[in-house]
């Protein structure tokens, strides 16, 4: 089976303009998050879905949205980039339900914002 | 809120070395705890987890036991090998399911010399 896979893997940015991130949850995984990992840090919580509907949201500005289709894939977007959003952008799909706790990683996306 | 913190890095150790990265949680109720992996230029890998107290998590040589009473979840090599430089993340996962989120440590860079 193929694990979670995330497009583009890297990708730069302009301040101000938009980016839309893609991720394709591990088949039977209805559950994806979304996480921005700073360089030197560790990933910090954004989002959320589960059966299409947002279920968290991490501290993040209102510039930073995301949606899950009925494939469950999802998208992150981002609008008004800031140098600040320059990061590895990781989606992780989970499999609620099942008793099992653990999240499963994608490549991530490189975004720098110039 | 919940947080996870590691010992500060970077660790250099010799090939063959017993390895020991700390991590203790701050927590409310009892989450299940993970070990994540990070090579260079790639996403998350999922180590190792726990979902109870006392429960051993393993797998390829690395170990880690859920101490509430410490409220610990250190990470033990008995002899590392040049494979295992990454960075090594310490997680937790709070929420109900289907809508859980991981809180993670900084991260500990770990090289190891042949």
């Known amino acids: 089976d193929a694990g979670v896979t995330q497009s583009p893997t890297h990708l730069i940015k302009t301040r101000g303009q938009h980016v839309t991130l893609r991720c394709s949850p591990i088949?039977?995984?209805?559950?994806v998050s979304w996480y921005q990992q700073v360089l030197g840090q560790g990933p910090q919580f954004i989002f959320q879905?589960?059966?299409?509907?947002?279920?968290g949201r991490g501290n993040f500005p209102d510039r930073f949205s995301a949606r899950q289709f009925p494939n469950y894939s999802s998208e992150l977007n981002v609008n008004a980039l800031l140098l600040g959003d320059s990061a590895l952008y990781l989606c992780?799909?989970?499999?609620?339900?099942?008793?099992?706790?653990?999240?499963?990683f994608g490549q991530g996306t490189r975004l720098t914002v110039v | 809120g919940n947080s996870v913190t590691q010992m500060e890095g970077p660790v250099t150790l010799s090939e063959e070395a017993f390895l020991t990265i700390n991590c203790t949680y701050t927590?409310?109720?009892?989450?299940?705890l993970f070990w994540y992996v990070q090579y260079p230029g790639e996403g998350l890998q999922l180590l190792l987890k726990a979902t109870k107290a006392d429960d051993k998590g393993s797998n390829k040589g690395f170990e880690a036991t859920y101490r509430k009473e410490t409220t610990s979840f250190h990470l033990e090599k008995g002899s590392v090998q040049v494979s295992d430089s990454a960075v090594y993340f310490c997680?937790?996962?709070?929420?109900?399911?289907?809508?859980?989120?991981?809180?993670f440590g900084q991260g500990t860079r770990l090289t190891i010399n042949p």
């Open positions: 927590a409310t109720g009892y989450p299940s």
């Open positions: 997680a937790l996962s709070e929420g109900i399911q289907g809508a859980q989120k991981l809180v």
């Open positions: 992780a799909s989970t499999r609620p339900g099942t008793g099992r706790t653990e999240a499963f």
């Open positions: 088949s039977g995984h209805k559950s």
């Open positions: 879905y589960y059966e299409k509907e947002e279920r």
